[in-house]
């Protein structure tokens, strides 16, 4: 079982729509969660990122952190065919420079 | 803003040769890492260093070597390519101060023939 899990997609949505996206992982030592953005040809941008539980509010952007249940989310809000993207959910411990990445989900906006 | 440039954005080389990935970050970042991502499997740490002259192993470092000379720069040795180093390969750096995030460069598109 990989330490983080999120559903490849692709997911394919309206212009306007609530996106929602989502992992899971299984290592409770995790304590930064991060959303990364990668276009194609392109590397990640840093979206989003978060210390322990709660949400985080940026713009359209909303992340979310559950510890307890071990489940992170990304909501984006009035989607544009400007998201359609890869994205990345990304985790560290405290104190570790060392990263997890999930496999990212494909999203695609539809105008 | 931070900025990791990537020597090459898109490379092609033979099996066999020695193949050099630079690197260069801006923000005076002590962390620097490579990853190679490829589909199905997300990013993989190859090294990483979090000094000048110290390295550590990632993941998957056989086949790879790394040269940190200088803070701002973080070098990715192939030492003789094989055909499955194809990949792209991604840099990031990130500061040791307040827990701070990795920022990536654009990536190195790698093709060994």
């Known amino acids: 079982q990989k330490e983080v899990e999120q559903d490849p997609g692709p997911l394919s949505v309206p212009e306007g729509a609530i996106v929602s996206l989502n992992c899971t992982y299984s290592?409770?030592?995790?304590?930064?969660f991060m959303w990364y953005r990668q276009y194609s040809r392109k590397g990640p941008e840093l979206l989003m990122y978060?210390?322990?539980?709660g949400n985080k509010e940026d713009g359209r952007f909303t992340a979310q952190v559950d510890k307890s249940s071990k489940y992170i989310s990304l909501f984006i809000r009035d989607s544009q065919p400007s998201d359609s993207a890869t994205y990345l959910c990304a985790m560290r411990a405290g104190g570790y420079q060392k990263v997890t990445f999930g496999t990212g989900t494909k999203l695609q906006v539809i105008p | 803003d931070v900025k990791v440039t990537q020597s090459s954005r898109y490379l092609v080389k033979r099996t066999g040769e020695k193949v050099f990935l630079e690197c260069v970050q801006d923000m005076d970042h002590e962390n620097m890492f490579w990853y190679r991502q490829d589909p199905g499997l997300g990013l993989r740490l190859i090294y990483f260093s979090y000094d000048v002259k110290m390295k550590e192993k990632g993941d998957i470092p056989e086949g790879y070597s790394v040269s940190r000379e200088k803070k701002e720069r973080f070098s990715l040795i192939l030492e003789s390519a094989s055909t499955n180093q194809t990949s792209m390969y991604l840099c990031a750096s990130s500061s040791i101060q307040g827990s701070q995030p990795q920022h990536f460069g654009d990536g190195t598109r790698l093709s060994i023939l």
């Open positions: 290592n409770s030592a995790f304590q930064y």
């Open positions: 978060t210390y322990s539980s």
